[in-house]
């Protein structure tokens, strides 16, 4: 059974950073993206940022320069760096993960971030 587990979330001021991360496990397949996904209190959950597994990378408009995705040296792991945080950015994360050959998608039951001073 898949599962996949976030954490670094919290509340911190404007302009601050925050690094998230998950990790999968339970799948003895390698997953070929992973991902961030973010929803906002009463909105539609909405991309962050996914990594493929070589390295590709998309990013929501809203983060772009200010928010890293990485990948981590151990297996499933996933990472993102967000800096110079802003009051919008309050959500609840989630972490995603997919195989190519497969159309589900596998998700963590989310962290949240609170931005605020």
């Known amino acids: 059974q898949v599962e996949l587990v976030e954490s670094g979330g919290g509340l911190v001021q404007p302009g601050r950073s925050l690094r998230l991360s998950c990790t999968a496990s339970?799948?003895?397949?390698?997953?070929?993206?992973m991902g961030w996904y973010r929803q906002p209190l009463g909105k539609a959950r909405e991309l962050v940022a996914i990594?493929?597994?070589?390295?590709?990378?998309n990013y929501g408009d809203s983060v772009k320069g200010r928010f890293t995705i990485s990948r981590g040296n151990a297996e499933n792991t996933v990472y993102l760096q967000m800096n110079n945080l802003r009051s919008e950015d309050t959500a609840v994360y989630y972490c995603s993960a997919k195989r190519a050959i497969e159309s589900h998608t596998y998700w963590g039951q989310g962290t949240q971030v609170t931005v605020s001073s």
């Open positions: 990594i493929g597994n070589g390295g590709s990378t």
């Open positions: 339970g799948s003895p397949f390698s997953f070929d993206t």
